[in-house]
């Protein structure tokens, strides 16, 4: 059974930084491409970035150079890191694994 558990949301100032992790199991990591997604509030879940098996990644245009999604195939985790958060980022943060979803960490951008 796939399991897909998001961290490190929380609340920070615009313009600061956050990293999210997103631990994988029941799944052979490597091989999938895993998203990230969000959930503002009274919206619909949008699209933030992909990162495919090869590594290469594909970004939102609304986070094109704030948020590089990476991953640790050893550790079975992938990462988001978001930078120069605006208060239009906050939001509930998914990570997915093709059909498969997390429960999201919830991160809040304050002005």
């Known amino acids: 059974q796939v399991h897909l558990v998001e961290s490190g949301g929380g609340l920070v100032q615009a313009g600061g930084s956050l990293r999210l992790s997103c631990a994988a199991s029941?799944?052979?990591?490597?091989?999938?491409?895993m998203g990230w997604f969000r959930q503002a509030p009274g919206k619909e879940r949008a699209f933030v970035g992909y990162?495919?098996?090869?590594?290469?990644?594909s970004y939102a245009e609304s986070v094109k150079g704030r948020f590089t999604i990476s991953r640790d195939d050893a550790k079975n985790t992938v990462y988001l890191q978001m930078t120069n958060l605006k208060p239009e980022d906050t939001a509930v943060y998914y990570c997915?694994?093709?059909?498969?979803w997390g429960k999201g960490t919830l991160v809040t951008v304050s002005s």
């Open positions: 997915s694994a093709k059909n498969h």
């Open positions: 029941g799944l052979t990591f490597s091989a999938y491409t």
């Open positions: 990162i495919y098996s090869t590594s290469s990644t």
